[in-house]
């Protein structure tokens, strides 16, 4: 039972375009969703985050969007830049949830092209 | 090194034989965790601890164990009862202000 799901493996984008990933989940009890940025053979490194309490959050060329009625967030990057080649992961949490543990999607590999 | 440190790296394995990857922080956080990702695939939650002589299964604990006898330290152990052990393993602290998780570099095991 997947309670984060990223239903595009992949992306591809032209270099100074916009990049859309897309996330979906199903726990309503969800109230904290993050964004981790993973090079290959490297640990995953924070991105952006945003509280069930807003709708977006803005890092530079980062914003992240949520639809909480939806259950869905997108995270876009403006404009897309050849570093930004990478594997991108949804992850959730419930403040409830013991442990404060984080359900991961399975991730978008994203390949800007120059 | 971001404050929390995996080793080894790469790891090879014969089948039958258990193997014992290291996580140590230096930053005095409580939470640790263990992940496992697959190719192609998100990180599973292994096992994590909240605090020092405790720690609760994850979704994917059978065939793993841990420790937490120091702050700063949370070994895994791979036993032979993981029938599928071969993937690229994850530790990370939660930040306690925050409550990001921040990650080590991963260990890549390889059973052969």
């Known amino acids: 039972d997947q309670q984060v799901k990223q239903n595009s493996p992949s992306l591809s984008v032209q270099e100074g375009r916009i990049s859309i990933l897309n996330c979906d989940y199903t726990n309503s009890m969800f109230d904290y969703f993050l964004w981790y940025k993973k090079y290959p053979a490297e640990g995953p490194t924070f991105l952006i985050s945003?509280?069930?309490?807003?709708d977006k959050n803005e890092d530079g060329r980062f914003t992240v969007f949520l639809n909480k009625s939806a259950k869905h967030l997108s995270l876009h990057i403006v404009p897309s830049q050849p570093g930004d080649s990478a594997v991108y992961f949804c992850?959730?949490?419930?403040?409830?949830?013991?442990?404060?543990?984080?359900?991961f999607g399975g991730g978008t590999r994203v390949l800007v092209k120059p | 090194d971001g404050g929390i440190t995996q080793s080894p790296k790469y790891l090879f394995r014969k089948e039958g034989q258990n193997v014992t990857l290291s996580c140590e922080q230096n930053l005095n956080h409580d939470a640790m965790y263990w992940y496992r990702q697959d190719p192609g695939q998100g990180l599973r939650l292994i096992y994590y601890?909240?605090?020092?002589?405790?720690?609760q299964k994850g979704d994917i604990a059978e065939g793993y164990s841990v420790s937490r006898e120091k702050k700063e330290s949370f070994p895994l152990t791979v036993t032979s009862a993981q029938k599928n052990p071969t993937a690229f393993y994850l530790c990370?602290?939660?930040?306690?202000?925050?409550?990001?998780?921040?990650f080590g570099e991963g260990s890549r095991l390889t059973v052969l």
């Open positions: 992850a959730a949490r419930s403040i409830k949830a013991a442990g404060n543990k984080l359900t």
């Open positions: 601890s909240q605090i020092v002589n405790d720690f």
């Open positions: 945003i509280s069930s309490i807003k």
């Open positions: 990370a602290f939660r930040d306690r202000r925050t409550g990001e998780l921040f």
